[in-house]
């Protein structure tokens, strides 16, 4: 059964900091790895998404790498602002037969960024 | 990219009531999910809706309880039945084109069940 842990759980960085969120899976059978942003009370913002062939994607100042073998994802977000925090969310979409295509989900990191 | 309108965006209901949120899409789509995300969790799939067939559940979630309709490629409905507190939660509808593709979500529906 896929597993998706993060860490840290939550995170409180200056403003301007550079900084790394952690996503990892039990089970190296996917097909791709999606990181999102959730604010409070809200839906999902799709970040970015890392196909398993892939080792990394960037979109403006973030950063999103995939070690398929070892189960390990990464966030970096560099120069951090305070528009940044919410809550991010890493998602495995697993490989298989009897798979329809659904996402399973970390339990999230919450980012405060203080200015 | 796909935009995704999920109805209504908030609901206080009592327990006991039923309720039908709605999801649009503004691009004919395959695959079509509904998740829920309870206070202080992580979002957990309900099912998998395709139009045209009836809807596949996740373990520990039933048909009678969250019955769910895909009359065509860009809509759905997942109906909440028989409310109870625990079902306070945030429901979540979400589509994607294929397994190689990204994954879109609306703004959610914030359940309050009194």
Redesign the interface.
Known sequence: KQEVTQIPAALSVPEGENLVLNCSFTDSAI??L?W?RQDP??????LL?I?SSQREQTSGRLNASLDKSSGRSTLYIAASQPGDSATY?C?V?PDGSS??????????TTLQVKP | SAVISQKPSRDICQRGTSLTIQCQVDSQVTMMFWYRQQPGQSLTLIATANQGSEATYESGFVIDKFPISRPNLTFSTLTVSNMSPEDSSIYLCSVGQGMNTEAFFGQGTRLTVV
């Not at chain 1, 798979?99 to 999230?108: C, D, P, S, V």
């Open positions: 097909y791709n999606q999102f009370g809200k839906g999902l913002t799709s998404l196909q969310l998602a979409r798979n329809t295509g659904k996402l399973i989900f970390g339990q999230g």
